[in-house]
Structures are given as structure tokens and as C-alpha cells.
């Protein structure tokens, strides 16, 4: 069964350093978003990506987040100069469309970020 | 604006009790999806079941099962005889479909701990 990948699981930064978190969305999928879970805290929409460019985004997608499909499978999100309350795992999900199918959009295993 | 309010923040059994996971959402769109989630320890989400708004009918999978009830807004989440290994986070989740918003409304979440 297809699913999103994520790379890497995990990542530690200094605060002030640019990440940039990959995402391999499923093949035939349209749609592609990030989410954010502070630990503990529930899931959080970040941005969604459609035809090369942001469909929606939310008010944690500050001007230090950035997203970008730089080929035909990958999807990243940048994050330019790392705080302390960046820390989270983020999650990709992809979906055929913007509707919901069954399934819903599938979600990726996360990359969980620690800013030191 | 979407809410999805999961009122109980942790839920404790033992094994072989059933338990059920409440679920409120409010939203102005008469069309819309809602789904729960499965989180465990090791942090990826789960898809467990999607449920469009015109479609009442409560559905059991195995030992789950879910009632959907809009006079209430709500869409609850009930465990039959319960396992060590669902203890989890389990998200509730809201998706609408009219304009453009394609995002994922989480839930803040239950803490499920099954006990042998």
C-alpha cells in the first residue's frame, strides 16, 4: 500500500539554524500539508500545497516557514532560523484531493524537531 | 470557524472494559468529514474511520465502533472489551468542504490507558 514518507525522524538543531524537513507524498496525490503537534498539544494545521503553490495557510505559518516542491515527489518545509518553540514533530500528509476520500488525507510517520 | 472539542483529557481501564471517547464539533457547513485517529508512543497518526455528514448510520469495525449523531454534533469513539494495545492518543478531526479550506481541525486529544 502507498504511503507518505518522512526524512529524517528526527532532528536536533541550535536555535537560529534553518531545518528543512522532507516529505515524500503518494505518487498520484494532488494536495500535500504540513501539521505541527507541540508535544503534547493536539495536531495543528500549518499549510497546504496545490498546484505549486500555498492553497491555505495558518497563523503559526509565519514568514520563517516556507514550502516547496522542488521536483515531481518531494514536498519540504523550511524553517529559516529555528526557535526555541519550533520544537515539535511535524507531520506531511497528502490526499488525491482537496475533498475528503476515504482515508481522508494520509499522514506521513513525522519528524520530530528539538531546537536547542 | 471549525472547533472539534474532545472534553476528556485522559481516560483509564482496565482490560476488557469498554470505554467510549467523546467527540463534540461545531461548523456552520452542512456538508463535512469527520474522522478519529489513533496516536501511539511511537507518535505516527492512525486513520480509523471517516464519516461524511449525510450519513448517520452508526458503524462497528471489529471491536470499535462509532455513533454519529448531528442533533448533538457529536461523534463518539467506543472500545469494546479493551487491550493494553490501544492505549493511545486518540484525535477526533473535522474536515469541511465548502470554500477553500482543506485543512484537518484536530481535537486536543484523549489519553487512553488500558491497564492489565
Known amino acids: 500500500e502507498p504511503e507518505v514518507t518522512q526524512t529524517p525522524s528526527h532532528q536536533v538543531t541550535q536555535m537560529g539554524q534553518e531545518v528543512i524537513l522532507r516529505c515524500v507524498p503518494i505518487?498520484?496525490?494532488?494536495?500535500f500539508y504540513w501539521y505541527r503537534q507541540i508535544l503534547g498539544q493536539k495536531v495543528e494545521f500549518l499549510v497546504s500545497?496545490?498546484?505549486?503553490?500555498?492553497?491555505?495557510k495558518s497563523e503559526i505559518f509565519d514568514d520563517q516557514f516556507s514550502v516547496e516542491r522542488p521536483d515531481g515527489s518531494n514536498f519540504t518545509l523550511k524553517i529559516r532560523s529555528t526557535k526555541l518553540e519550533d520544537s515539535a514533530m511535524y507531520f506531511c500528509a497528502s490526499s488525491p484531493t482537496g475533498r475528503s476520500l476515504p482515508g481522508g488525507q494520509y499522514f506521513g510517520p513525522g519528524t520530530r524537531l528539538l531546537v536547542l | 470557524a471549525q472547533k472539534v472539542t474532545q472534553a476528556q483529557t485522559e481516560i483509564s481501564v482496565v482490560e476488557k472494559e469498554d470505554v467510549t471517547l467523546d467527540c463534540v464539533y461545531e461548523t456552520r457547513d452542512t456538508t463535512y468529514y469527520l474522522f478519529w485517529y489513533k496516536q501511539p508512543p511511537s507518535g505516527e497518526l492512525v486513520f480509523l474511520i471517516r464519516?461524511?455528514?449525510?450519513?448517520?448510520q452508526n458503524e462497528i469495525s471489529g471491536r470499535y465502533s462509532w455513533n454519529f449523531q448531528k442533533s448533538t454534533s457529536s461523534f463518539n469513539f467506543t472500545i469494546t472489551a479493551s487491550q493494553v494495545v490501544d492505549s493511545a492518543v486518540y484525535f477526533c478531526?473535522?474536515?469541511?468542504?465548502?470554500?477553500?479550506?482543506?485543512?484537518?481541525?484536530f481535537g486536543s486529544g484523549t489519553q487512553l490507558t488500558v491497564l492489565p
Open positions: 464519516r461524511n455528514s449525510f450519513d448517520e
Open positions: 500545497f496545490y498546484n505549486n503553490e500555498i492553497s491555505e
Open positions: 478531526a473535522l474536515h469541511i468542504s465548502s470554500g477553500s479550506a482543506r485543512q484537518l481541525t
Open positions: 505518487s498520484n496525490h494532488l494536495y
